[in-house]
């Protein structure tokens, strides 16, 4: 069974700031990972994603994040914080053999302060 | 490019009346869909998912039933609806291939049951 956990519900930094909000999964199978935002009554973007190949993945808006089998971990990063990051952020994974169906964490809602 | 069409963005129902929330799809063929609700606060449930026309599976035992009369079309429905039904829901699609595309969503619909 597949799952994720992300720590810190609640993230606040200031702007221009390092952004990192943490991720770690749990999969039977080589994982598919991504990282997805949403803003206030709107569905999910996709941000980024990790399926095979180079473990540092580039997405929208400036973000990256770096797949890290030994720690079982998807953490998101981004160098300098901008007030329009300000979202939920939601880290999922998916297994190839199962039907394409993603489990999501529960979420860290990021606040930038000016 | 692939996108998700859901309505309505917002409905207030009483307890006991039904329900029918619909998707439909663009740009794509033969999507794996799914319907997810996420409560206040709360991650994503996925509460049904369809491979195929008239194919559905469901992940939680609940007031709710889904069905898939076309391809590009996706509904979720409810004969008496409970508070416990309150919440965001969104539909998604996956691509058949490559399964790790990641989902598209829609823009989601805030049931509030009263």
């Known amino acids: 069974a597949q799952s994720v956990t992300q720590l810190g519900s609640h993230v606040s930094v200031s702007e221009g700031a390092l952004v990192l909000l943490r991720c770690n999964y749990s999969?039977?199978?080589?994982?598919?990972l991504f990282w997805y935002v949403q803003y206030p009554n709107q569905g999910l973007q996709l941000l980024l994603k990790?399926?095979?190949?180079?473990?540092l993945v580039k997405g929208i808006n400036g973000f990256e994040a770096e797949f890290k089998k030994s720690e079982t971990s998807f953490h998101l990063t981004k160098p300098s914080a901008h007030m329009s990051d300000a979202a939920e952020y939601f880290c999922?994974?998916?297994?190839?053999?199962?039907?394409?169906?993603?489990?999501f964490g529960d979420g860290t809602t990021l606040t930038v302060k000016p | 490019s692939q996108t998700i069409h859901q309505w309505p963005a917002t409905l207030v129902q009483p307890v006991g009346s039904p329900l029918s929330l619909e998707c439909t799809v663009e740009g794509t063929s033969n999507p794996n869909l799914y319907w997810y609700r996420q409560a206040a606060g709360r991650g994503l449930q996925l509460l049904f998912y369809?491979?195929?026309?008239?194919?559905i599976s469901s992940e939680v035992p609940q007031n709710l039933s889904a069905s898939r009369p076309q391809d590009r079309q996706f509904i979720l429905s409810s004969k008496k609806l409970l508070l416990s039904d309150s919440g965001f829901y969104l539909c998604?699609?996956?691509?058949?291939?490559?399964?790790?595309?990641?989902?598209?969503f829609g823009s989601g619909t805030r049931l509030t049951v009263v």
């Open positions: 990790y399926t095979t190949g180079a473990t």
């Open positions: 999969s039977s199978v080589p994982p598919y």
């Open positions: 998604a699609l996956n691509r058949r291939q490559p399964r790790y595309y990641g989902y598209t």
């Open positions: 369809s491979v195929g026309i008239g194919q």
């Open positions: 999922a994974v998916s297994e190839e053999t199962n039907a394409g169906k993603s489990t």
